[in-house]
């Protein structure tokens, strides 16, 4: 069985700080990662996706996610946050085995405040 | 280039009564799967679509809940004798074949239908 979990359900930061959110998987095997954003009436939008190399993938808006296999964890982060940031963020998870069905498991969700 | 669209936007029934939800993916997209989102929760996986075949239904919570896709494009999610408990944002995601190079393709959602059930 593959889970993943958001620890979080809302995270505050100021813009122009950096931001964080947080992420912890689990898996049998090894994982793919998948961060997601959604914003308000609209469809999931696919941020980035760690498959395998480098444990620092970069992805849209100048997002960044460290995959930490120790720690199981897919931590998102950015530099500098903006206003335009605020939404909900979704970790997901699907194990590599190719008998682990192709669907992804999604966290519980974490919505980003980012205030002026 | 579109996107995946979904419709209706919004569906309100009543219980018992039977809804179908449909899903127009990316053109060439071979791969479509159905997630449900409840309030304050992340998608949980319904069934994934190889073409025209089911690849994986396990997600289906019973036998009222039932999705084709006759030609391998389109496809229609059918709810019979819904229920309160059936109330939520039901997603479309569509993908290129999942697997390239051992690399798994990411998926791409459509906006939602949701579903209420008074």
């Known amino acids: 069985a593959q889970s993943v979990a958001q620890p979080e359900d809302q995270v505050n930061v100021a813009e122009g700080n950096p931001l964080t959110v947080k992420c912890t998987y689990s898996v049998s095997g090894n994982p793919y990662l998948f961060w997601y954003v959604q914003y308000p009436n609209r469809g999931l939008q696919f941020l980035l996706k760690y498959i395998t190399g480098d444990n620092l993938v970069k992805g849209s808006y ?28 979704f970790c997901a998870v699907r194990d590599r085995a190719r008998n682990a069905g192709n669907m992804l498991t999604f966290g519980g969700g974490t919505r980003l405040m980012v205030k002026p | ?45 319904l069934i994934y679509f190889q073409g025209t075949g089911a690849a ?63």
């Open chain 2, 1 to 45: 280039g579109a996107g995946v669209s979904q419709t209706p936007s919004n569906k309100v029934t009543e219980k018992g009564k039977y809804v179908e939800l449909r899903c127009d993916p990316i053109s060439g997209h071979t791969a479509l799967y159905w997630y449900r989102q409840s309030l304050g929760q992340g998608p949980e996986f």
């Open chain 1, 62 to 89: 100048g997002f960044e996610a460290e995959f930490n296999k120790s720690q199981t964890s897919f931590h998102l982060k950015k530099p500098s946050a903006l206003v335009s940031d605020s939404a909900l963020y």
């Open chain 2, 56 to 118: 994986d239904d396990s997600g289906l919570p019973n036998d009222r809940f039932f999705a084709v896709r006759p030609e391998g494009s389109v496809s229609t999610l059918k709810i019979q004798r819904t229920e309160r408990g059936d109330s939520a944002v039901y997603l479309c995601a569509s993908s290129l074949t999942p697997y390239r190079g051992g690399e798994l393709r990411e998926q791409y959602f459509g906006p939602g239908t949701r579903l209420t059930v008074t």
